[in-house]
């Protein structure tokens, strides 16, 4: 049974940082390619991040890029996004995602696992 439980969300100002953290198990951890995404209210996912299987090529959404970063620990089974300077705007609920042996791809129906999500809340 794969899962991947998501943590490390929760209330911070504008300006600030925070680390989530994705735990996996149940899957070949390092033959699968990693993504965050994001779902505000009333707005559909979009994607935030992709590293693929080795950790060698990532891929930024506009947005975030600059402020965020993916990083994977294939050892550990954990991929993680570094998220500084943090806006109002980045107020979501995260969520990580696997996609078997692919290259990049930012579109969520491609990614085959998804965990449960964790709330990033930006205050102003």
């Known amino acids: 049974q794969v899962q991947l439980v998501e943590s490390g969300g929760g209330l911070v100002q504008a300006g600030g940082s925070l680390r989530l953290s994705c735990a996996a198990s149940?899957?070949?951890?390092?033959?699968?390619?990693m993504g965050w995404f994001r779902q505000a209210p009333g707005k559909e996912r979009e994607f935030v991040a992709f590293?693929?299987?080795?950790?060698?090529?990532?891929s930024y959404a506009d947005s975030v890029k600059g402020r965020f970063t993916i990083s994977r620990d294939n050892a550990e089974n954990t991929v993680y996004l570094q998220m500084n300077s943090l806006k109002p705007e980045d107020t979501a609920v995260y969520y990580c995602?696997?996609?078997?042996?692919?290259?990049?791809?930012?579109?969520?129906?491609?990614?085959?696992?998804w965990g449960q999500g964790t709330q990033v809340t930006v205050s102003s």
């Open positions: 995602a696997a996609v078997r042996g692919r290259s990049y791809t930012s579109s969520p129906m491609l990614y085959d696992y």
């Open positions: 149940g899957l070949s951890f390092s033959a699968n390619a």
């Open positions: 590293i693929s299987w080795s950790g060698g090529s990532t």
